[in-house]
């Protein structure tokens, strides 16, 4: 082998090595993330609803009035934005959401919450400053619920889909606080 080639061959194994250290002990990379992506899906009829986003966990820590403040917008999650899709026009408390992708923005209070379906995708969920990157020019759905006490610690946030009892609702529950959200198939003019 020629003195070239010996010398790229060290030289590439240098550089894989940094790359290798880096990523272990600056970027971390290896590590589980502290708030894993995960995402809920439904399948009703021909109705396919499919929401993905990050799951921050409670660690010990104050959750709603603390780290994610009273009436301030919050993404719903850590990390990137949180999407909804859903095949299908849907009615949420009776204002109509049209078939499509969306991201879902939440202001958190001590008995409502206001809940945001907005029809511009973002990259992230806050910007360099730590600040909601919402635009509510692009708000499509914005409602009011209703906070429910739970008398159990949700460690994980969690957003899932419940219809046990027929009526399709949207979930999101962390720490002692849980949402929903009802969800109804909007019946097109031909049907009706």
């Known amino acids: 082998m020629n003195t ?15 790359l290798f250290l880096y990523s272990t002990f600056v970027e971390n990379i290896f590590s589980p993330r502290l708030s894993p992506k995960d995402s809920a899906k439904i399948e009703l009829n021909d109705l396919d609803l499919k929401i993905e986003y990050n799951r ?20 719903t999650g850590a990390n990137e934005a949180t999407t909804f899709e859903t095949n299908k ?34 990259e992230w969920g806050v910007n360099e400053k730590m600040e909601p990157m919402w635009d509510p020019n692009y708000d499509v759905v914005e409602i009011e619920v209703p906070v429910k006490k739970l008398d159990t610690t949700v460690e994980e946030f969690t957003i899932a889909f419940d219809n046990t009892t027929g009526n399709l609702k949207l979930t999101m529950a962390w720490d002692s606080t849980l949402i929903e959200i009802p969800i109804e198939v909007r019946q097109s003019k031909n049907s009706q």
């Open 4 to 18: 070239f080639l010996k010398r790229l061959l060290i030289i590439l194994a240098i550089v894989a090595l940094a």
């Open 56 to 75: 921050p966990s409670k660690r010990e820590r104050e959750i709603f009035g603390a780290l994610v403040p009273f009436n301030q917008v919050w993404r």
């Open 89 to 122: 026009d849907l009615r949420i408390e009776g204002l109509s959401l049209p078939k499509g992708k969306y991201t879902i923005w939440t202001v958190p209070m001590e008995d409502v919450w206001r809940v945001m379906f907005n029809s511009r995708q973002y």
